[in-house]
């Protein structure tokens, strides 16, 4: 703990990313839930690596490539049937991201718009299970902060939802890594 107080404070001066840097940014999250009883379980891990180019001072256009699982298993979901269920989410698309500020702790407003592919697999106990797919659209805004540890690395939490699912809205909070890549 000592040490990354330390690093906040005292570490080296950087550059902050201009006109023509490349940034590879890895975000994500991880969520698990359940009751006590083990009656209900549900898992859900997230993952979205972008690459972004710095078209001028502090703004940036790249790609983002989501991927999202989620696992559920409902015991007794009816009587003496068991429910597993597995939902696979990607999605791919332009992103845009708007730096605030100069200096170490940079927020940041991001847009992102694309396709997103999703199949699902239903199991009931004793049975052979269904799955199905479909294609959607998503506009996923999101406000975030990035700590430039150095000229190279940043830490940065985001949080932000999808506009085109109106009757299941999520706030997605994600942690990640930003890496300048070159010079």
């Not at 490349?22 to 969520?31: C, K, M």
């Not at 180019?53 to 940036?60: D, Q, R, S």
């Not at 003496?80 to 999605?91: A, S």
């Not at 694309?114 to 998503?138: H, I, L, P, R």
Request: hydrophobic share 40%.
């Amino acid at each position: 703990m000592l040490l990354l107080a330390a690093a906040l404070c005292a570490g080296p001066l950087f550059a902050q990313p201009g006109k023509g840097d490349w940034i590879a940014s890895l975000n994500g999250s991880f969520s698990a839930a359940g009751v006590k009883s083990d009656s209900y379980r549900f898992h859900n891990l997230q993952i979205k690596p972008e690459l972004l180019k710095m078209l001028k001072h502090n703004v940036a256009l790249g790609m983002v490539l989501g991927i999202d699982h989620t696992m559920i298993w409902r015991k007794d979901f009816q009587p003496e049937v068991d429910l597993r269920t597995h939902d696979l989410h990607l999605q791919f698309g332009p992103v845009v991201r708007k730096y605030f500020g100069k200096g170490r702790l940079m927020p940041y407003a991001e847009l992102s718009a694309g396709v997103e592919y999703s199949m699902n697999f239903s199991k009931f106990s004793g049975e052979s299970g269904s799955t199905y797919s479909s294609a959607d659209a998503f506009i996923r805004p999101a406000l975030g902060l990035s700590y430039w540890m150095n000229d190279k690395v940043s830490f940065n939490i985001s949080a932000g939802t999808d506009l085109l699912k109106p009757r299941y809205r999520e706030l997605q909070i994600n942690l990640g890594i930003s890496v300048k890549l070159g010079k």
